[in-house]
């Protein structure tokens, strides 16, 4: 006997976690957010409900903060590159030094 539920034509992409959200100043915020939302329901709907919310959200936060990640981590490299050479030839620059560090910042 073969069982079909629901649609056969919907396809349901899979929710991939990355463990660098986690050190993200703005994930455990976020996560909170949702979760003390209240649902309303059994035990089972609620936890499956708040799931579902934070997968919505974490998809949307992902775009927003880890979107092109190899363009930018190139760009910011390329801004620390420049930044230091600019240091070699002006050592005593407190500017530069800042600029340094953000830009490692930045980077990282």
Same mark, same amino acid.
């Given at each position: 006997?073969?069982?079909?539920?629901?649609?056969?034509?919907?396809?349901?992409?899979?929710?991939?976690?990355?463990?660098?959200?986690?050190?993200?100043? @703005?994930? $455990?915020?976020?996560?909170?957010?949702?979760?003390?939302?209240?649902?309303?329901?059994?035990?089972?709907?609620?936890?499956?409900?708040?799931? $579902?919310?934070? &997968?919505?959200k974490l998809k949307e936060w @992902? $775009?927003?903060?880890? @979107?092109?990640? @190899?363009?930018?981590?190139?760009?910011? &490299?390329?801004?620390l590159t420049r930044i230091q050479?600019?240091?070699?030839?002006?050592?005593?620059?407190?500017?530069?030094?800042?600029?340094? &560090?953000?830009?490692?910042?930045?980077? &990282?």
């Amino acid at each position: 006997m073969v069982l079909k539920w629901g649609d056969e034509h919907v396809r349901h992409h899979s929710f991939k976690y990355f463990n660098h959200w986690a050190e993200h100043a @703005s994930f $455990k915020p976020l996560i909170e957010e949702v979760w003390n939302y209240q649902q309303i329901g059994n035990p089972m709907l609620r936890l499956t409900a708040k799931l $579902k919310a934070v &997968k919505i959200k974490l998809k949307e936060w @992902s $775009k927003i903060h880890f @979107s092109r990640i @190899s363009d930018r981590t190139s760009i910011a &490299k390329e801004n620390l590159t420049r930044i230091q050479a600019e240091i070699q030839a002006r050592p005593l620059d407190l500017v530069l030094a800042q600029m340094e &560090k953000e830009a490692e910042i930045e980077y &990282k």
